[in-house]
């Protein structure tokens, strides 16, 4: 093959190249603005209302202290709701988020709070086991399985369980926008990721009709959970909410989508805790979903654009391409807020500079998730599954 012959197979191989990514910056631009509409849309929908509001027990597993902790359990505590229990729980005495639970009982003495405390492990996924731990101080029937980081608005339990009212729905989850808790870029990386790619994407898959569980929330009523067998089953995954939704469906139940969106906190101070923190997200969805997951990056249009600027060697098309798709995307994430966070106060603004560090990272943890299993989940570590082998069984 003479040298003109490859130096012509190459600028085939190279314009190829330039159209595929400018095409998939293209793609990505419409998900985009999908995602967008999908949020706006959702916002929009007219909050509806529990007929029937029994009794509920909001369980919240802690573990450590974290920025801005006492306000996110605080927020569980003024709900608008006529009578509810929390029960926070630890694995170790000495756990320093004791000291935000004990500032909370002071602030609000008419509250129904216990306090689990027990190191019993039942399994890999501690969370689980906590909850285990604490399921026994749970007073009432209807239960809410609350993250500890969720700053919750005061309808929150309303919502819930105006959604957990509905025909044929079993489990109840939220989405979730994110609260950036530090100044720097990692925690603002971190908070867009949430807000304005994760929240509008499952969204759109929801559009599509997957019903998936976002384990930030979850609830569901007790004879549902003795029906699925308890919580045991869930404790050797780390995908525990997928496991949970996958049981629930068994029972010919739906998973419904709360109105509530609350905000959970980025508390990550470097680059290097954040991309530990979305790795877990990223192998756990890998591992329950290997080939939709690859179609994600579609959700991350600067990367692709960024792409042809790089094989173009910056040429004016693509650098305009880049330009335009920047501005689209600050645009959509400027709506997702406007939608989603009117009445959160201080207001939460979008990292504009940030977006296309965002997108090459979120394509850099896709391609990552599929070169292992290994996680780090609160200084533990465990490994991604598939969540299968977990049947119901009679109860």
């Known amino acids: 093959m003479t040298a003109v012959a490859l130096l012509n197979g190459a600028t085939t191989i190279l314009n190829l190249l330039i159209w595929l990514t400018a095409l998939m910056a293209g793609g990505g631009l419409a998900v985009v603005a999908a995602g967008a509409v999908a949020v706006q849309r959702f916002a929009a929908l007219a909050p509806c209302a529990a007929q029937h509001r029994p009794a509920v027990t909001v369980l919240k597993p802690l573990c450590g202290d974290e920025p801005l902790l006492e306000a996110a359990l605080a927020s569980i505590c003024r709900q608008d709701y006529p009578e509810f229990q929390v029960v926070f729980g630890v694995q170790d005495a000495n756990d320093p988020a004791l000291l935000a639970v004990q500032r909370v009982r002071q602030r609000f003495p008419a509250c129904d709070i216990a306090v689990a405390i027990n190191a019993s492990l039942h399994g890999s996924n501690r969370k689980i086991s906590n909850l285990i731990n604490m399921f026994p101080l749970a007073r009432h029937d209807t239960f809410v399985f609350s993250d500890s980081d969720l700053h919750v608005p005061p309808d929150y339990l309303n919502r819930i369980i105006a959604t957990l009212e509905m025909p044929k729905v079993g489990l109840v989850t939220s989405l979730c926008v994110g609260l950036p808790t530090m100044a720097g870029p990692a925690a603002q990386l971190g908070a867009t990721g949430i807000s304005h790619s994760f929240l509008p994407g499952a969204l759109l898959s929801r559009a599509l009709g997957r019903e ?8 569901l009523r007790r004879d549902t959970l003795a029906r699925i067998g308890g919580l045991e ?16 469906r068994q029972l010919g139940l739906r998973v419904g989508l709360a109105g509530s969106v609350p905000m959970t906190a980025v508390p990550e101070e470097s680059l290097r805790t954040l991309w530990q923190h979305e790795m877990r997200w990223a192998r756990t969805i890998r591992a329950l979903e290997p080939a939709l997951f690859v179609t994600s990056v579609l959700q991350f249009p600067l990367f692709w654009a960024a792409s042809a600027c790089v094989l173009t060697g910056g040429s004016a098309w693509s650098v305009g391409l880049f330009i335009a798709a920047w501005a689209i995307r600050a645009v959509a994430a400027r709506r997702v807020n406007r939608s989603l966070l009117q009445g959160w106060r201080p207001a939460i603004a979008v990292p504009v500079w940030l977006l296309p560090l965002r997108d090459i990272m979120s394509v850099a943890q896709v391609v990552a998730s599929y070169l292992g299993a290994r996680v780090v989940w609160r200084g533990h570590v465990m490994h991604a599954d598939d969540g299968r082998n ?3 069984t009679s109860v």
């Not at 998936?212 to 609830?219: E, H, V």
């Not at 089953?233 to 629930?248: E, I, K, Y």
């Open 233 to 248: 089953p869930l404790v050797r995954h780390l995908a525990d909410d997928n496991v949970l939704a996958q049981r629930v």
């Open 212 to 219: 998936d569980c976002l384990g930030t929330t979850m609830a």
């Open 390 to 392: 977990s049947a119901v």
